[in-house]
């Protein structure tokens, strides 16, 4: 009988123990993420802090889009095949629009289909024209 017993409690505090062990891993997960993410709003504070300053901003004008100042000549090398020679500044792609997922979709038109719709003024000059 105490053996059973004894069973039934290592049994019990094991499944409690195993769900606390899990539960401190998580937690430990949790904290490092937050820390990574920290550190990466920090970084970007930091960015957006040196785009106050006019000479970064200069700075990076002339070496994305090959900007020059007033009474400054830029010049472009081209070579025989008609493409520029060097680091040619480009810009980049506008983002693309993700596509909708279908449960998106679907969920909007459920949401749609429970509003009134909308009265619209309705166009008199038809009536007027129709009495002459």
């Known amino acids: 009988m105490l053996l059973s017993v004894v069973l039934l409690l290592i049994a019990s505090y094991t499944t409690t123990l195993r769900a606390w062990w899990d539960q401190r ?4 997960e949790t904290r490092a993420e937050i820390a990574t993410r920290t550190a990466a709003i920090a970084d970007l504070e930091i960015e957006e802090g040196r785009w106050d300053d006019p ?3 200069e700075q990076q004008a002339r070496e994305r889009f090959g900007w ?5 000549v830029g010049y472009r090398v081209i070579g025989s095949d008609g493409t ?3 680091d040619a500044p480009t810009l980049d792609d506008p983002p693309s629009a993700a596509p909708r997922e279908w449960y998106d979709t679907l969920w909007g038109s459920v949401l749609e289909s429970g509003k009134k719709p909308e009265s619209k003024p309705q166009d008199t000059t038809d009536d007027v024209l129709g009495d002459e």
């Not at 891993?25 to 430990?28: K, P, R, T, V, Y």
Request: no cysteine; hydrophobic share 40%; aromatic share 6%.
């Open 84 to 86: 520029v020679q060097g």
């Open 55 to 57: 000479a970064y901003v």
């Open 25 to 28: 891993g998580e937690i430990q």
């Open 68 to 72: 020059v100042l007033p009474g400054e």
